[in-house]
């Protein structure tokens, strides 16, 4: 058994990073993607458990041939920047520590996205770093492009409010939601690497099951980016579990304030994401095998005559536009380099 | 090859029954119910292809060692009751012939389900008998039931309408339901044994595909029937394919008219489903695992305080409680039969 | 949340079976084909985890209304029949126990399969009680049909070797077989309720995992029953998992000892399985669809003139024929009944 | 609806390429992979059907925004290179056209893999250009890699074979091989992109089913090359369908000429693979997640001390490594690029 590549099949001549937390899949495929980029200079990947595995060993598929180090904060704290692919609670104080020690962060957790103290601990209990909430950019390059360059501190989002506020975002703006249901259909590879009888087999073959329902916690998520969009309103989120393993397909039914033509619909989306890489406007309903793997989110807003209501369909790789490649995206943007870069 | 049975194995010494459509998944399913059931002797399938082959040829895992026969009404009109399998337009003409010759009729298409010609030719085109709408008995047993005893011709619902009327038919009968969003995710056996390139195990498998967008046509049957329950309203009805075979999972929004406990809304659901054999009031969400291959419809309606809103989840086998097994509890109760006969 | 049926559907009014070990797959459906069964009278079930929930809570497609209780010896050791669904090693004394209390006893596990003690070691380690070896009736009915009226003690086959054996057993008594490689491919029910890395959706879904390569357990078995049918040899067997919940196929290429026309090898198996009703002899090849949620094996052996092999293609579902269905099976024999009741 | 981008996304300077019929499986993805490969200047797709649509549309994933066109010899036999991606018979014709008119090919299709063309007709039927066999070098490059800078006619295999071939290849260049069995395991998009009841969702979702016993078109084709490379014998192949998209994985069971030690069979294995860049020699057996929609092979050679066997496993996707990207692979070794070049 011979390694193939002892480095980086891009390059990696730029700026060094660590992956903090690459044996669960969102770390596992961040590192794979830092690993074949052309600029990054991957150095470390740690790991709270299978220290001294190969990633290859985990991961075969990804081909990184790097050894899962334990977090050495003495040592780690060295790289220009990481990113944290740590479970929420577990992940503030590493992020904390490494932003002490003047490292840039992309932290994949939950502990980073909120803003608001109450709303974190009404769905996830104490915060062990209550100062960070409300420092980070919440790192969905097309809603906040500006804050990115440069930035220190970067929230990925949740899998799904990163797909729901990019089908939602052109009608939040306009002031057009009043009402907003979320239908989501995912699949099983947001629920974790860890075994469960959730993620058995036998739980996820051939059925859909709904889970948390009315309890989500990426509600207040969604809801507090609703917000500062102009669309302030307690949003129904309820996702479903079904037989796949990567990709989530999102179904929003607004009731919007006014009553809008199809024409103007159309419109407001080609206007929201003209120019944009990652967005793809479909002309049929989007279905995952067209996003799953890539960073694209794709996109179909129809007005429904009959009720009155819009339909926006979104589809999203929850591992990656969802988590992992997004924040390559925001690495790109962070550094000024092209946003594709290394993501197509 | 050896024949293993060639009576029925549940006896069939009662009411003469004939499938015309067996080739087709739902005929396919009812010829097998029919043949283990302790009471109807299913004397003849039909079918527009495929005649001359043995049921077992086409469907092995049912057993069934009839030989498909093309129809002939002078011969097959002489059977007690006809369950017809055929699609929409094709099968009026036939439940017309066999109602002329005093047959009683089952019918899985849509031709006899709705009552309004104008919400049938919206959504099918023109219909070749338009005095059939109106005269069927809508075959779902737990709303219907007293109109089953001998009934002559009984319309089993769709799939989707199964479901959706079940899981709103306690909260449409107490005037409660202000407006209803329905998110349906659905196995592909829905669609048929037509090989197509929605069918396509590559356009299934790993794939979330929304279909149909705004425009289904059990949609004017959900209205219809809610209508007669008490609740006239448009509803928003939106299915997904999802990879799997048989069973479907609705996810009702309901925005309530008025504020409701959640212990009104379950005393609600069991009031309406209190000794129904085939209602199931599940304590956690419903799964299609639980239904698939049953007669059984599992419920689960939530309150959501945060929003205000009504959820119900409504879990069944389209091909079972959807078309056959339904049709099946239809001819128990028209015969007085218990109703889960030949079904448990 | 109503219970819909207390007292078994099928009357029960016959010996009094519990099963011992019903919280994992195939104790579970063991209790289910037992609650259903006609004839039996299923009075416990008993767990070593999960004690107090129903066994609907964990199981609710089977809908058995009875609670898992703690195994105790005094209260268990009064029924007449015990169907133990252990881990091979925990089985052991169990069994031993029951049978010091006179109770008749099917084991699932494979404590008490093989007749040598030397094979069994070498696969599994040290056996608990080795005075069990040898005393069981290995419970395949096709193939030791006249020593189960009246036992006391069935071992029932592993999975894998009962479709090895009704597909090889036919070449097997006619001395045919020179050499014999099995291929089998397999869902992932047969390892278990337990979520580990192997169950994870993310490890089955779209994949396909050969496992334990050139070492699996049921070779032995095979082998040691082989040998009793005239065939001793070192037998090949290698395993496959598949993305599918429920059902194996096993593809066995045998190298005969002498030419063998169509003809003869077609007689050969008609010969062996005439009247045989659950064996189906098929005009093409077996699928899983045939028989999942059967007591069906479905074979067909095929010369190949090309390489002067025999091909012979075993389905079966591992969990029903291979394990629970088939205990019912035995019991049905062992006390005289219709082999096939509560089994159609 | 906004196209993103109208130029290939590696530039393509290099080798004027046509793909015809670009519409299949196969076909889609070489237009994928030379689309985006940094050299090859992709100008045209052609199809049978479909003409006028572009690509994105029957293949959103892949992104290609070129528009099917008929096939014009007159206009399209002017690139430097085409892959044809015909059917057999139909592929031999085009062929034929276009080497006439110098164009350098790479046939996927049956038509020019043979040598013999009694082992074709008795496989496929008479073929049109009979003369067109033994002309092109067989496109495995870790095989054939000395024929292949420059080659004008390059017949890529069909997917099993390549899988067959390197599994094989170290052990029957050594004279090892005195019997094999080959049993397949693969996805459904081999069977291609016609909606057919074998492609159909419900023949293939959780099941297994074999097919073609004793007869796949695959097996001259092994056993010419086997020969070639010094195993002359007849080989049984059998593959079976299961529940997946792409990837196929292959056991090899070789009895050996001689005994052979576990060391020197995969010091036989390192040897014969040293250096090469998609081969990879697996600790632990190969499954499919690890080379789909890769271009490489993972192989796995144990020696089983119990029966005297070589199992030799290899998984490979049988659209990529079996089909269109060692096309690729075969393109960049015609034209002297590495051979991993827009493969990686």
Redesign the interface.
């Known amino acids: 058994?011979?390694e193939?590549q002892l480095s980086q099949?891009g390059g990696g001549q730029g700026p060094t990073v660590g992956v903090i937390g690459a044996t669960g899949?969102a770390g596992a495929l961040a590192a794979y993607l830092l690993w074949?980029h052309p600029r990054f200079n991957l150095t470390y990947l740690t790991g709270r458990s299978e220290v001294g595995y190969r990633h290859l060993d985990l991961y075969?598929?990804y081909r990184v041939p790097l050894t899962v180090e334990e977090l050495d904060l003495d040592r780690h704290g060295e790289v220009e920047v990481a990113v944290v692919a740590y479970p929420h609670g577990a992940s503030a104080p590493v992020v904390k520590a490494l932003r002490d020690r003047g490292v840039r962060v992309l932290d994949l957790s939950a502990d980073c996205r909120l803003r608001s103290r109450e709303r974190y601990e009404a769905y996830y209990g104490s915060h062990p770093h209550p100062e960070l909430l409300g420092q980070a950019v919440y790192g969905i390059p097309e809603l906040h492009r500006d804050r990115l360059p440069g930035a220190e501190l970067v929230a990925l989002p949740g899998c799904f409010p990163t797909a729901a506020l990019l089908a939602l975002a052109p009608l939040a703006r306009a002031g057009l939601i009043a009402?907003v249901?979320i239908?989501a259909?995912t699949?099983?590879?947001g629920a974790g690497?860890q075994?469960?009888?959730f993620?058995?087999?036998?739980?996820?073959?051939?059925?859909?099951?709904?889970?948390r329902?009315?309890s989500h916690r990426h509600?207040p998520e969604i809801e507090e980016q609703l917000e500062l969009l102009g669309a302030p309103l307690?949003?129904?989120f309820?996702p479903?579990l079904?037989?796949?393993?990567e990709?989530e397909?999102l179904?929003c039914?607004v009731?919007p304030r006014e009553p809008l033509s199809a024409q103007a619909l159309q419109d407001l989306y080609?206007a929201a994401y003209?120019g944009e890489?990652f967005i793809?406007?479909?002309?049929s309903?989007?279905?995952?095998?067209?996003?799953?793997?890539?960073n694209y989110c794709?996109l179909?807003a129809?007005y429904?005559g009959?009720?009155?209501?819009v339909?926006v369909?979104a589809?999203i790789d929850n591992l990656w536009k969802g988590t992992s490649s997004q924040a390559i995206q925001c690495l790109n943007a962070i550094y000024g380099y092209p946003e594709d870069e290394g993501l197509?």
């Open positions: 058994v011979v193939k099949p899949f074949r075969p598929r009402d249901v239908d259909k699949g099983v590879s690497r075994p469960t009888p993620t058995h087999f036998s739980n996820v073959h051939a059925s859909v099951v709904p889970y329902v009315a509600t307690a949003v129904q309820q479903h079904v037989p796949l393993d990709g397909l179904t039914y009731t080609e003209a890489r793809e406007l479909a002309a309903p989007p279905t995952l095998r067209e996003v799953q793997e890539t794709r179909l129809v429904d009959h009720t009155g209501k339909l369909f589809a197509c």
